[in-house]
């Protein structure tokens, strides 16, 4: 590959993890703060997987919430800090009980989980939590 074709690839990889991380791509439709949105975006979901001790893999998770009522995601948006600290907790305590450095994620029990603990944290039926990327790495 020439320079000018991986400094090509790098910027591009470095404006799609600006574009993850910047507020508007956060909010989803519309974008703009203090603007009703119906997705909202979270950081993805990193956990190291262990194995007998020694790490096995990396599983990443990408999540979006689809809120359900127009008004209440700036509520949502306001709660993401502790959501995405619920969900991280469950994903790592998931690793480390439910072999998943043998198998594929079990996403039907992981969405199950993080529904629950998003209708605990904001309510039932304000949101639905979907999967926009699975992905483990070996």
Not at 39 to 62: A, H
Not at 114 to 119: G, I, L, P, S, Y
């Amino acid at each position: 590959m020439t320079p000018l074709k991986l400094s090509g690839l790098a910027g591009a990889v470095l404006f799609a993890a600006v574009a993850v991380a910047s507020p508007a791509s956060a909010a989803g439709e519309g974008g703009g703060e203090g603007e009703d949105v119906r997705f909202v975006l979270m950081e993805p979901l990193r956990v190291t997987v262990f194995e007998q001790g020694g790490p096995r893999g990396r599983l990443t998770l990408e999540l979006q919430l689809d809120v359900l009522h127009p008004g209440t995601s700036a509520e949502v948006q306001k709660r993401l800090p502790r959501l995405y600290d619920r969900f991280l907790n469950a994903i790592a305590d998931y690793t480390s009980t439910q072999g998943a450095g043998n198998q594929p994620p079990d996403l039907d029990f992981l969405l199950e989980q993080f529904q629950t603990m998003a209708d605990e944290a904001l309510g039932a039926d304000i949101v639905h939590v979907l999967v926009r990327l699975a992905m483990r790495m070996l």
